[in-house]
């Protein structure tokens, strides 16, 4: 089947069809409201075995959707996350799944009052092109954990992607407990008006509104991973080869296609020569040459690589100074680049840049930086560089952003224990490990009494005198 026909026929999925998929795991899901907990180790279990055994056929599919992603980046950023999320969640369900016990006041005994974690559905995910693997597997991990059903939507941009996915997902679970939904905008569209119980969604602000609005015709409840611009605040004493390596590594990780690469660096006036350098031998020593190297990873699409070159002959014509690291790219791998002397005029600082570009903004002081970052959206990852503690909590507790990293860049979100998610314009709501499972499930809380009724004493009429002393004594 060649790429086109496999578009079309993706994209020849009709609402209909979509619905009476849904309405079959509605169905499914309304036999077996609670699957216990046997019954969801055997499906995390199922979808590790599948993961690691077909791991070099997915790192084919995603380079393959790339043009060239490097297969070692596939492995480090996507496959061992994943795997490593399903030990975690496997090692620690049984305690996130037992109803945690509450009090009752005085007044209200005897009673006892415990919450319940009930699934919650039928759950949509969709999922970017970008990581294409992982921010599939990590919301269906959560989901399935809590004891959901699950439809996924891959992007039309990563078809061979989808295509596994599919198949292999397939091979695990029938279609009334986990269905992929490919196809183009349009299929998307129609699935973010499903009645779902849950709709997960990892893209673009823009399009994060839409699928909002869409959710709100059913008041379906939403976590969206948006993404927004990163800063990254260079100190004024961190040695500038330290910082520099570790932004070089966040940017150049896939080639800055990642929601939480770091969109632009913030550094010290007097700094910013030294730094330009530091970055330069960074990115050289990762990849010394562009040419035929297997470690350096391409633009997704010339769509894309379009739209980076825009950006960068926007901000040029508009005065910026840019400082290219190698002298061509090859094919779709964009070779990276620096941007100075910046300003709010530019495209480049208003949209998020998801690619192998850094502008770096000169600032004097750390409030100064801290209120530059503040006067701005709030991003979903901010990287602060200095070893001055004092320092790191002013900035911890000074700026708002879905995730910190302190001296790093990227690696909060491979943290098991740590829930991730943005804020503001770069999203709602949080997913990983607990907070993954308490997001796919419904907390119920429930009281319970049994024969003896404690509640006679404040039924009416209400002028008897033990009223009148319940009133006296839990009243004050």
Same mark, same amino acid.
């Given at each position: 089947m060649s790429a086109d026909s496999a578009h079309h026929h993706a994209s020849s999925l009709l609402p209909s069809d979509l619905q009476s998929l849904f309405a079959t795991q509605r169905k499914a899901y309304a036999e077996h409201p609670f699957p216990p907990i046997a019954q969801r180790y055997q499906w995390l279990k199922s979808l590790r075995r599948i993961l690691s055994d077909e791991r070099?056929?997915?790192?084919?599919?995603?380079?393959?959707?790339?043009?060239?992603?490097?297969?070692?980046?596939?492995?480090? /950023?996507?496959?061992?996350?994943?795997?490593?999320?399903?030990?975690?969640?496997?090692?620690?369900?049984?305690?996130?799944?037992?109803?945690?016990?509450?009090?009752?006041?005085? %007044? *209200?005994?005897? /009673?006892?009052?415990?919450?319940?974690?009930?699934?919650?559905?039928?759950?949509?995910?969709?999922?970017?092109?970008?990581?294409?693997?992982?921010?599939?597997?990590?919301?269906?991990?959560?989901?399935?954990?809590?004891?959901?059903?699950?439809?996924?939507?891959?992007?039309?941009?990563?078809? /061979?992607?989808?295509?596994?996915?599919?198949?292999?997902?397939?091979?695990?679970?029938?279609?009334? %407990?986990v269905t992929v939904v490919l196809g183009d905008a349009q299929v998307a569209v129609a699935f973010s008006s499903l009645a779902f119980d849950h709709l997960l969604f990892t893209g673009s602000t823009h399009v994060g509104k839409l699928v909002m609005r869409a959710a709100a015709e059913n008041l379906t409840p939403v976590t969206l991973e948006l993404g927004g611009k990163s800063p990254s605040i260079v100190s004024a004493d961190v040695p500038l080869k330290d910082a520099a390596q570790r932004i070089?590594?966040?940017?150049?990780?896939?080639?800055?296609?990642?929601?939480? /690469?770091?969109?632009?660096?913030?550094?010290?006036?007097?700094?910013?020569?030294?730094?330009?350098?530091?970055?330069?031998?960074?990115?050289?020593?990762?990849?010394?040459?562009?040419?035929?190297?297997?470690?350096?990873?391409?633009i997704i699409s010339e769509r894309q690589v379009a739209r980076l070159e825009h950006l960068q002959t926007d901000a040029t014509l508009k005065g910026a100074r840019l400082i290219p690291l190698y002298a061509q790219g090859q094919g779709q791998r964009m070779p990276h680049a620096l941007l100075l002397d910046v300003n709010d005029e530019m495209q480049v600082m208003q949209d998020e840049i998801f690619g192998p570009l850094l502008p770096v903004v000169a600032y004097t002081t750390l409030e100064q930086a801290l209120a530059y970052i503040n006067a701005r959206p709030r991003p979903l990852a901010l990287y602060y560089f200095g070893y001055d503690k004092a320092e790191q909590q002013s900035v911890i507790q000074n700026t708002h952003s879905g995730g910190v990293c302190i001296n790093e860049t990227l690696l909060h979100?491979?943290?098991?224990?740590?829930?991730?998610?943005?804020?503001?314009?770069?999203?709602?709501?949080?997913?990983?490990?607990?907070?993954? *499972?308490?997001?796919?499930?419904?907390?119920?809380?429930?009281?319970?009494?049994?024969?003896?009724?404690?509640?006679l004493t404040i039924y009416p009429p209400y002028g008897r005198h033990l009223v009148r002393l319940i009133q006296k004594l839990f009243i004050r």
């Open positions: 070099d056929v997915l790192i084919d599919a995603i380079s393959q959707d790339f043009s060239h992603r490097s297969p070692d980046e596939t492995l480090f /950023a996507e496959v061992m996350p994943s795997l490593h999320s399903i030990d975690y969640t496997l090692k620690h369900l049984s305690r996130w799944m037992r109803p945690s016990s509450r009090s009752v006041g005085v %007044m *209200f005994q005897p /009673a006892s009052a415990k919450v319940v974690y009930q699934p919650l559905g039928v759950v949509g995910i969709i999922v970017p092109w970008n990581y294409p693997l992982y921010l599939a597997m990590g919301p269906l991990i959560g989901a399935l954990a809590a004891g959901n059903r699950v439809m996924l939507k891959l992007s039309e941009f990563t078809p /061979a992607t989808g295509r596994l996915l599919k198949d292999l997902l397939g091979r695990i679970f029938p279609e009334d %407990m070089a590594w966040g940017k150049t990780m896939n080639a800055g296609q990642t929601c939480i /690469a770091p969109d632009y660096v913030l550094v010290p006036q007097d700094r910013v020569e030294g730094f330009i350098e530091a970055y330069r031998q960074a990115v050289h020593g990762f990849y010394p040459t562009l040419t035929d190297n297997p470690d350096y990873t391409a979100v491979a943290i098991d224990d740590l829930p991730f998610g943005g804020i503001g314009h770069s999203g709602m709501g949080h997913y990983h490990g607990h907070e993954g *499972f308490l997001t796919f499930s419904n907390a119920k809380g429930v009281l319970i009494k049994q024969r003896w009724n404690s509640s």
